[in-house]
């Protein structure tokens, strides 16, 4: 395998992980409207996510600049082209961590409620924006000869991308919920679990539309093969959250995005970014990626990086690891 095949590997695990991670992170902003019922609640849930969102975004940054070393043609194209939608996340990414910081940082009434409500749609709006993105990828966009992005923002706007957006919504919702009935006690895991059996079912029916109509436009063999464990593993979720085993169902959820991120990213191979215009003017691994030293040197630091990284964030999530509830949250001052 060439070094650009295994750097393209390598950036669809970064994503998996960034998924993985910030999808739960996502959901739960979103759930601070659609489940808490009381400023409380809210804190609770909050809470579950406090001592790790920041961590989980560092998967983002890695993918990001994982991009721009390996595939600079890939990250110029992607970047310049999806401009809007790329700055719109990345401001909600930003007003998020300021709005986590600045909740607490004054009692009022109104105070607290503008940031929570900047958390909700800050949340809600990457999980939709990020599954948008992707669609636009696989299916492919406006790329002329010179590998320029050459369409506009509404193209970027077409059934199947606002479908894959509604499927990351709706996925990273429901695996938010699965995560709060995991990390809570008392009412709000009961109401938890009872949300995330209704979000599963809702999740089902889009992200099996999705996935066939990526297999049929652009899969092969071992995309079918991820699809059908999405599939099996999104059911499974569905009836161990039903069975009140959140475990097993946050690793199925979490199992879901692995899997349909490895579809699309195994619909897409070899190109990184095709074009609708002319098959040949796609960007390819071999076209769009950097020199084997630049590969060479990259693999090295990875190989030296990745296993403290993992290590520092399995150590966090371990000390952070028991329940919560509203009976530990102090009152405010």
């Known amino acids: 395998m060439e070094l650009h095949d295994v750097w393209f590997v390598l950036i669809a695990v970064l994503w998996t992980g960034y998924f993985f991670l910030e999808g739960f992170?996502?959901?739960?902003?979103?759930?601070?409207?659609?489940?808490?019922?009381?400023?409380?609640?809210?804190?609770?849930?909050?809470?579950?996510?406090g001592p790790v969102w920041d961590g989980n975004e560092v998967w983002l940054l890695t993918a990001g600049g994982a991009t721009f070393a390996a595939f600079p043609e890939w990250y110029a194209t992607l970047f310049s082209g999806f401009y809007l939608p790329l700055l719109i996340i990345l401001v909600c990414l930003i007003i998020r961590g300021v709005a986590f910081e600045y909740r607490v940082k004054r009692p009022g009434e109104n105070w607290q409620r503008n940031w929570e409500q900047a958390i909700f749609w800050t949340s809600l709006i990457p999980a939709l924006l990020w599954g948008v993105a992707f669609g636009n990828i696989v299916r492919g966009v406006k790329i002329d000869a010179h590998k320029e992005y050459v369409g506009n923002f509404f193209d970027l706007l077409n059934p199947y991308a606002i479908l894959g957006g509604l499927v990351t919504l709706t996925l990273f919702t429901f695996h938010g919920t699965v995560f709060a009935s995991l990390k809570t006690v008392g009412d709000i895991r009961t109401r938890a679990r009872?949300?995330?059996?209704?979000?599963?079912l809702v999740t089902a029916v889009l992200a099996l539309g999705f996935l066939i109509w990526t297999q049929i436009d652009t899969g092969d063999g071992w995309s079918l093969a991820a699809m059908l464990v999405a599939v099996v593993a999104l059911v499974g979720a569905i009836i161990a959250i039903k069975a009140g085993r959140e475990g097993w169902s946050f690793a199925l959820s979490g199992l879901t995005i692995a899997a349909a991120v490895a579809m699309l990213f195994l619909?897409?191979?070899?190109n990184v970014?095709?074009?609708?215009?002319?098959?040949?003017?796609?960007?390819?691994?071999?076209?769009?990626?950097?020199?084997?030293?630049?590969?060479?040197?990259?693999?090295?630091?990875?190989?030296l990086a990745t296993p403290l990284v993992l290590l520092y964030q399995?150590?966090?999530?371990w000390v952070f690891r028991k329940r919560i509830g509203t009976q530990h949250i102090a009152d405010a001052h």
């Open 25 to 49: 992170d996502f959901g739960i902003g979103i759930l601070t409207k659609l489940l808490a019922r009381d400023r409380a609640e809210k804190r609770v849930l909050i809470n579950t996510i």
């Open 314 to 317: 399995s150590w966090t999530y």
């Open 194 to 200: 009872a949300l995330a059996l209704k979000l599963g």
């Open 267 to 270: 619909a897409l191979f070899p």
């Open 273 to 303: 970014m095709p074009s609708s215009l002319n098959p040949e003017w796609s960007l390819t691994v071999t076209n769009a990626s950097s020199s084997p030293y630049t590969l060479k040197i990259m693999t090295w630091c990875a190989a």
